[in-house]
């Protein structure tokens, strides 16, 4: 199972340049508020999709969708919650990025939607 910090160390090395979001989605103590940098991350992917930059958007994707897959309930609550659940509401969050999505991701996208499964893709995917 992936905790928060494993999530965070994922992130990381695969993608440096979410570390300024890392450091300002850290509480007084220094943990990382997960929800606030999902949100933050679905910003960045947004941002990086709309300047064409999709070797980062892929990235992000695949490290997000890591999460969903192998995270404990509290980093896949993450995900589900704060990066999959309110796509589409913000400028930017178009159907050609939601195309490049993973197909976990997607699933989740779904189920939230009522367009999938009854059990949640975290729960099936983790099996």
């Given at each position: 199972?992936?905790?928060?910090?494993?999530?965070?160390?994922?992130?990381?090395?695969?993608?440096?340049?979410?570390?300024?979001?890392?450091?300002?989605?850290?509480?007084?103590?220094?943990?990382?508020?997960?929800?606030?940098?999902?949100?933050?991350?679905?910003?960045?992917?947004?941002a990086?999709?709309?300047?064409?930059?999709?070797?980062l958007?892929?990235?992000?994707?695949?490290?997000?969708?890591?999460?969903?897959?192998?995270?404990?309930?509290?980093?896949?609550?993450?995900?589900?919650?704060?990066?999959?659940?309110?796509?589409?509401?913000?400028?930017?969050?178009?159907?050609?990025?939601?195309?490049?999505?993973?197909?976990?991701?997607?699933?989740?996208?779904?189920?939230?939607?009522?367009?999938?499964?009854?059990?949640?893709?975290?729960?099936s995917?983790?099996?």
């Amino acid at each position: 199972m992936l905790n928060a910090r494993g999530f965070v160390d994922a992130l990381l090395a695969a993608v440096p340049r979410a570390t300024p979001l890392v450091d300002e989605n850290r509480d007084d103590d220094g943990v990382v508020l997960l929800h606030l940098l999902l949100s933050d991350l679905l910003r960045l992917t947004v941002a990086a999709f709309g300047a064409g930059d999709t070797a980062l958007v892929g990235r992000v994707l695949t490290v997000v969708e890591k999460g969903l897959r192998e995270g404990d309930d509290h980093v896949a609550e993450a995900v589900a919650v704060s990066f999959v659940e309110h796509y589409g509401a913000a400028p930017g969050e178009s159907d050609e990025l939601l195309g490049c999505w993973p197909p976990l991701l997607r699933a989740e996208l779904d189920r939230q939607r009522g367009r999938g499964g009854g059990a949640s893709a975290t729960s099936s995917a983790r099996g």
